[in-house]
């Protein structure tokens, strides 16, 4: 009996990911687009792992980046 046909699978949704060694702690990912980041007691930004899928508000968070330290990686890192 031939298989069936697999349904069309959407791409998962990607994540944006802070580099913490660059990070100076401006807080400007967190202002801009706080769904996708919040800050550490240090200053220094983390992306939360509760996120929603990639939006522009955490595209222009990452852009404005002084540092660059936010890159957006196509997949979600696995469960830890
Ligand atoms: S915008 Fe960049 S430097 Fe500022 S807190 Fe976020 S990751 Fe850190």
């Given at each position: 009996?031939?298989?069936?046909?697999?349904?069309?699978?959407?791409?998962?949704?990607?994540?944006f990911h802070v580099d913490r060694t660059l990070c100076i702690?401006?807080?400007?990912?967190?202002?801009?687009?706080?769904?996708?980041?919040?800050?550490?007691?240090?200053?220094r930004a983390r992306s939360?792992?509760?996120?929603?899928?990639?939006?522009?508000?955490?595209?222009?968070?990452a852009?404005?980046c002084?540092m660059e330290a936010i890159a957006?990686?196509?997949?979600?890192?696995?469960?830890?």
């Amino acid at each position: 009996m031939p298989t069936p046909p697999r349904p069309e699978q959407p791409d998962p949704p990607g994540h944006f990911h802070v580099d913490r060694t660059l990070c100076i702690g401006s807080g400007i990912c967190a202002a801009t687009a706080p769904a996708h980041f919040t800050r550490d007691p240090d200053g220094r930004a983390r992306s939360r792992p509760d996120a929603p899928p990639p939006t522009p508000e955490a595209e222009d968070a990452a852009s404005l980046c002084p540092m660059e330290a936010i890159a957006f990686h196509p997949t979600r890192p696995p469960a830890t």
